[in-house]
């Protein structure tokens, strides 16, 4: 019986598992798919995806930095030599396939010299490998970051939003008190009624996002400190 490599193989397929299996609970966390084992298309029932369909989606959502990207095409490779290739038994058998591939490992991953080229390929790779899982269960911060990210733009966003809508407010309203004095022909404005004004600013501005950020009735009126529709309105809506 030929020699088939299969300590060889074996040592990567536990790699490759590994690695399925945390990229497997990250781009479930991102889907939002909470049964990641029973899942019909990360799981291992019926016909989930495939482990290269898998990595490659990684590598469309743009999940893997340029050089994560690399590594885990190459690992990809390797181990689809190893479990696809009758001849790829050893470490040299298996990178004869991959043009380039042998030159690029060594030189990302050095090894002493004076030792046979299967073994500074088979610890270059182990060391590929190690680099590829730690990437792979960093994914799931990634996302976790990713989603605290979108959650506070979003917030800031809206809050932009309501901001602008209450400075618009308090604009209209100062207008209009300014037009309501120009009509009665009032001249000047008395230092004693521009008392407050910086605190009456920032109730109205207040009052106007708290109002909008819950969304109640824009004509409700808001308890500034507690941001609630007052009690009068509730009971006048019950009603």
Excluded: W
């Amino acid at each position: 019986m030929p020699n088939l490599g299969i300590d060889k193989r074996s040592e990567v397929l536990q790699y490759a598992l590994i690695i399925e299996s945390f990229t497997s609970i990250f781009l479930g966390e991102l889907l939002g798919i909470k049964d990641v084992k029973n899942s019909r298309v990360l799981g291992n029932k019926s016909s989930p995806i495939s482990f290269n369909q898998k990595i490659t989606l990684l590598i469309e959502i743009e999940a893997l930095e340029s050089v994560e990207k690399t590594k885990f095409v190459t690992f990809m490779e390797v181990r689809n030599q190893f479990m696809h290739n009758l001849e790829a038994s050893s470490y040299e058998t298996c990178f004869s396939y991959l043009e380039g591939k042998d030159k690029y490992l060594v030189k990302a991953y050095p090894q002493k010299e004076g030792i046979s080229k299967e073994e500074q390929l088979e610890l270059a790779f182990k060391a590929l490998s190690e680099d590829v899982v730690k990437s792979t269960i960093g994914l799931l911060d990634k996302v976790k970051e990713k989603i605290a990210d979108n959650v506070e733009r979003d917030v800031h966003k809206e809050f932009m939003g309501y901001a602008t809508d209450a400075i618009r407010e308090i604009e209209n309203a100062f207008n209009s008190i300014y037009e309501k004095a120009a009509k009665n022909q009032k001249q000047t404005i008395k230092i004693a009624e521009l008392k407050e004004i910086g605190t009456t600013i920032r109730k109205i501005f207040y009052k106007i996002v708290t109002r909008k950020m819950i969304k109640i009735d824009p004509n409700a009126e808001v308890d500034v400190a507690r941001g609630e529709a007052s009690k009068k309105h509730r009971d006048s809506s019950a009603g």
